[in-house]
Each structure stands twice: as structure tokens, then as C-alpha cells.
């Protein structure tokens, strides 16, 4: 079934732009047609896994009401191998367009909400993608709430850090309850399973379904932006465990 997917965490650095870039990748590997957005507008990460030669226009533009959607979908299928499969939204990453993000008035916000529903719409519906990800700023950011508003299933991403885990169960009571959004938790880089460890794992079960626990590796840590990790190493246990997690959300 086609689907928007959010990915979003409570905490910063829990692995939301690598995950996003990965899945997607897999989806589009898989043949899907997929969309691959860049929503974190306060600090953009996917052109420097892109390097888009040229970029016409942003998502700030779309949210803004400037521009079409489908005039800043870039074909980037060719970094994967594949033709007509992968395609990404960029964020403006210039100073003054995050500046500007900044100081966003709340009537913009509902504006944006608008905007992502119509984006969902024409991308599902008319452009005949199948999957919509989109990578979040973290929190409690009013645009990504948005996007987790907007979306038909919203990941949370944590790691195994106590703080994180409780604000990531705090954020399933008290804002996507409110919402009727039922998310999926992945959990990743996890550094061992020590009682403490396990005993956080069963308490994100209390309020959410687990859909993949990802172990910390080095190697991803000190891979360079712009490659694939899913690419680069097809054989590798997390890109098995990527691919594990994407067919459950299938
Ligand atoms: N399983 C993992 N093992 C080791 N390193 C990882 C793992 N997952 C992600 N990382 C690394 O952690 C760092 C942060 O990841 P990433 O940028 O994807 O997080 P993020 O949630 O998008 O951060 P932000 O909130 O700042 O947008 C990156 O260097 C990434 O390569
Ligand atoms: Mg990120």
C-alpha cells in the first residue's frame, strides 16, 4: 500500500537522515518509485549525501506556497543504480532561508500542514509514487509534528539512552496520542543488552510497537555523507537488518 512515512525522534543524533536515506534507498532498490524529503529545515542534511548539481527550487519553497512540488523533485535513481526510482526533495541550507525558518509565524505552520496533505495527494495519487519519507528536525518542532500529522505511519527513532527513551514515550502520550498517530519505534545504536538496557526496551513496548533494534557499528559512524551504506555494503548485518525493518513496513 502506498504511504507517506515520517521519521522523527525525540532526541537529536538518533540516526533519523541515515535511516531515511537508507530505507528509501531500499524501497526504491525494491522497485518502488519513492520521495524522499528533506524537512528539516533548521539544519538540511540530503544534499551533502546528494551533491545535487543543480537545485531550482526547495521544499521551503513549496511550504511557502512559491512553487509546485513537482518542480523540485530531483532524479536521483542514478546514485543507486537504478532509473527513475529515487527522487529527493532538498531543504534550503543557506543562512538566511534557515534564519527565516526560524522566525516562522504559527499561521505558516498551519499553512505547511496544508501543504504537506496536498503534497501526499499528488505524489500518491497522481504522480504514482509509492512511498513519500521524510526526514524531521527533532522534538517538539512545529513542522515535524506536522509531518508526523500528515503522515500514514510515523516512525520514532531513539537510542537506548534513558532520557531518550523517556522522552520518546513522554512524545507518544502526550502529543501523537492526541493525534491518533500510532508510531513504530526503531531503536538504534544500540551499545549492548545489559539488564538496564533490556528493562528501557520494555518500557518503549508499553506505549509502542518496536520494529527493529539496530546495533551501533563504527563503520557507519565514520562513513563519509555522501555514501549509501545500504550501497556500499549490501552484505553488511545492518544493511540485513535495514532490509528486516523496511518488508514490515511494507
Ligand atoms: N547504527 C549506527 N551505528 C553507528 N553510527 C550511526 C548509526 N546510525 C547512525 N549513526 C551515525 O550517527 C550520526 C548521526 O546520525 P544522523 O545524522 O542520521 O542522525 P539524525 O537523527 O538525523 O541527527 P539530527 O537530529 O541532527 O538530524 C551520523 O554520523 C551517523 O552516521
Ligand atoms: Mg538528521
Not at 126 to 148: C, H, K, Q, R
Amino acid at each position: 500500500m502506498k504511504k507517506m512515512i515520517t521519521i522523527h525522534s525525540f532526541k537529536g543524533g538518533t540516526g533519523k537522515t541515515q535511516l531515511s536515506v537508507n530505507i528509501a534507498t531500499i524501497l526504491a532498490k525494491k522497485g518502488k518509485k519513492v520521495a524522499l524529503f528533506d524537512l528539516d529545515l533548521r539544519a538540511p542534511t540530503l544534499h551533502e549525501v546528494f551533491n545535487p548539481k543543480k537545485v531550482k527550487c526547495y521544499i521551503n519553497d513549496v511550504l511557502s506556497g512559491n512553487i509546485e512540488i513537482n518542480d523540485c523533485m530531483i532524479d536521483v535513481s542514478e546514485k543507486i543504480g537504478e532509473k527513475n526510482k529515487l527522487y529527493v526533495c532538498f531543504a534550503n541550507s543557506s543562512t538566511e532561508a534557515i534564519r527565516e525558518m526560524i522566525s516562522r509565524k504559527r499561521k505558516w505552520e498551519i499553512e505547511a500542514l496544508k501543504k504537506l496533505l496536498i503534497i501526499r495527494k499528488k505524489l500518491l495519487e497522481e504522480m504514482n509514487f509509492d512511498y513519500i519519507i521524510i526526514d524531521t528536525s527533532p522534538g517538539i518542532i512545529y513542522l515535524s509534528i506536522n509531518a508526523v500529522v500528515a503522515a500514514d505511519l510515523p516512525i520514532l527513532v531513539t537510542t537506548l539512552d534513558e532520557s531518550d527513551v523517556n522522552g520518546t514515550n513522554k512524545i507518544v502520550r502526550d502529543l501523537y496520542k492526541v493525534f491518533e498517530k500510532k508510531p513504530m519505534i526503531i531503536v538504534n545504536k544500540v551499545l549492548n543488552t545489559s539488564e538496564e538496557k533490556m528493562k528501557l526496551l520494555d518500557e518503549l513496548r508499553k506505549e509502542s510497537e518496536i520494529i527493529g533494534i539496530l546495533p551501533c557499528f563504527c563503520e557507519i559512524g565514520i562513513m563519509k555523507r555522501s555514501s549509501i551504506f545500504v550501497i556500499e555494503k549490501p552484505q553488511h548485518q545492518f544493511t540485513k537488518m535495514l532490509e528486516d525493518i523496511v518488508n514490515k513496513i511494507i
